[in-house]
Structures are given as C-alpha cells and as structure tokens.
C-alpha cells in the first residue's frame, strides 16, 4: 500500500544537537507538510510544501527548517534543539483537495 | 490567518449515550471541514469531512453539521461504543490555502462500557 514513512520513530537528544526527521512518501503526492504535536495544542503546522520549488512557514516555523529533496522526500531539521521542542512529529501529504494522509509520527525529546 | 477552537477538551460518555464535538473558525473564506480521529498511539485518520455547500453529512453512526453564518461545525457520534474512544481533532482551511489545514485542540473521548 502507498504509504507516508517517518524516521526516526522514536529518538532522545540533547540540548544543542542537530536534529534532522525524514519523511517519505509513495502516494505520489505532490503537498507535504510538517506538524507538530503538543497535547492540549492539537496539531500545528510548521512548514509545508506545494511541490520541491516550493516551501512555506507555517503557524510556528521559528527554530525549525525543511527541504524538499524530491517529490517524495521533505525533511525537518531542528538547528540546535531546545527541551521546548520535544513533540510528537507528523508528516502528511496531500493532492490539494482535502484529506491528509499522514505519517505514523516521529517522538523527539531534547533533554 | 485561520484561527478553530475546539471544546470540550475532554468527554466522558457512557457506552450508547450520543458525544458532541463543537469547532468555531475564524477565517469566511475557510470552506472545508474535516475531522480527524486519532486512537492511542496511532496517526490521526480523517473520518469524516463537510464542504461549505452543504450544511449535514452522515455517514451511520456520524454526522457533522455546518453553521456558515456563526462559524462554527460539530461532530456527532450517536450510540456511542468503547472503541469510540481516541483525540478527536477538527480542522478547516480554503480551498486557496492548498490543503493546508488549521486543526483544533483536540478533544479527548472516553466512552465507559
């Protein structure tokens, strides 16, 4: 089955590390977008990309970055991560017209 | 830029008894409403979503409502069951936004056998 695959699933860093969470995709889409997670804060959009020349801040872009690869890959890096960015991650995609498909998730906690 | 409240945050509900989600969003230009239901553990899945020209959909158990004027939308579960139970997230966005959408807070499920 088509599918939206994150790595790492799970990784523990420390303050000040470089940071990088990949995300590929075989759905053929060509929308891909970085989520963050935080209970009580539903889920907030960090960047998105409408195709590999495209990239877009989202709701809470401060602190990270993203690039667009391919068509199927689109990377989340976090420069020197802080205790405050530990989150569940999302990827998705989407064709543009509505339903996401998202990713199973990548847990990071910056100690 | 588009701004959903979700209430509850929380929902407690005995097994048969109907849940009502509740999403007001900010932005009139927002025209499509999805929700998402998320299960321990897992990735948030759509399960139902409302286009701007209609003001009800269901789907068995399921329903979403549609208040243009007020903005708001709602879910509804009737007949509730134990694997109901999961974070329930409402979204909205435009059409001109791409697939970008702006999700509520989430609202916690729990239905009690």
Redesign the interface.
């Known amino acids: 089955d088509a599918d939206v695959t994150q790595t790492p699933r799970n990784r523990i860093t420390k303050t000040g590390k470089r940071i990088m969470l990949e995300c590929s995709q075989t759905k053929g889409h060509d929308?891909m977008?970085w989520?963050r997670q935080d209970p009580?804060?539903?889920?907030?959009?960090i960047y998105?990309s409408?195709d590999v020349k495209d990239i877009?801040k989202?709701?809470i872009s401060d602190g990270y970055s993203v690039s667009r690869q391919a068509q199927a890959k689109f990377s989340l890096s976090l420069e020197s991560a802080i205790p405050n960015q530990t989150a569940l991650y999302?990827c998705a995609t989407?064709?543009?017209?509505?339903?996401?498909f998202?990713?199973?998730?990548s847990r990071l906690t910056v100690l | 830029?588009e701004n959903v409240e979700?209430h509850p945050?929380t929902l407690s509900v005995q097994e048969g008894d109907s849940a009502v989600i509740k999403c007001t969003y900010s932005d009139s230009a927002s025209n499509?409403f999805?929700w998402?239901k998320q299960e321990l553990g897992?990735?948030?899945?759509?399960i139902i979503?409302i286009r701007s020209n209609v003001g009800e959909k269901k789907d068995q158990r399921i329903a979403v409502t549609l208040n243009k004027t007020a903005k708001h939308f709602s879910l509804h579960i009737t007949e509730t069951q134990p694997e109901d139970s999961a974070v329930y997230?409402c979204?909205a966005t435009a059409?001109n936004q791409?697939?970008?959408?702006?999700?509520?807070?989430?609202t916690e499920l729990s239905v009690k056998p």
Do not use: M, W
Request: proline share 4%; net charge positive.
């Open positions: 929308r977008y989520y009580g804060l539903g889920l907030r959009l998105y409408f877009n989202g709701e999302f989407s064709t543009g017209t509505g339903e996401l998202f990713g199973e998730g | 830029g979700q945050s499509y999805p998402y897992k990735r948030p899945q759509l979503d997230f979204a059409y791409g697939g970008k959408l702006i999700f509520g807070q989430g």
